[in-house]
């Protein structure tokens, strides 16, 4: 029933989110302040860096095989300024953080219960990702994860870092 709930809620929240004025590419990324894992996940502390934000929810399919991807993303290219920072939208966060003790995120992980942050994104799918260049610039977007996505996915990152 938790489940069938966090779908309605997200298909709600993704209704919601359909502006006619949806994020692009070179716009400012709408800034965002979310709890995390014991302080306060907020854009802003991330000035400077490639930020890949990916929203997701425990109970998407392509989720799960998306964190192994962004665990290896996250280690690879952490030294030259990247950062994963996956939003969470469900509606528990409990249903998250069983989805994390059974794949655990080695990336930050922020928690969006009430789901404005997506609908700050224009966010309709999951998962979605936006990479946020170091001056806070939409610089790429994607939804969806397929495992035929990793090569192009880790080419756009491996371009956004040599700029």
Known sequence: ?????????????????????????????????????????????????????????????????????????????????????????????????TFLANLPAKFVVAYDSKGLTPKAYAIKGMPSSVLIDGNGKVIYQHTGFRDTDKAQLEQVIQQALTK
Request: hydrophobic share 45%; charged share 20%; with cysteine.
């Open 1 to 97: 029933m938790k489940k069938i709930l966090s779908i309605l809620f997200f298909c709600l929240i993704s209704l919601l989110a359909m502006p006619s004025n949806a994020i692009t590419n070179g716009e400012l990324a709408p800034s965002f302040d979310l709890p995390g894992e014991g302080t306060a996940i907020k854009l802003s502390n991330y000035k400077g860096k490639l930020i890949y934000l990916d929203f997701w929810a425990s109970w998407c399919g392509p989720c799960k095989q998306s964190f192994p991807w962004l665990n290896e993303m996250q280690s690879k290219y952490s030294a030259k300024g990247f950062s994963v920072v996956a939003i969470n939208v469900d509606a528990n966060t409990e249903d998250a953080k």
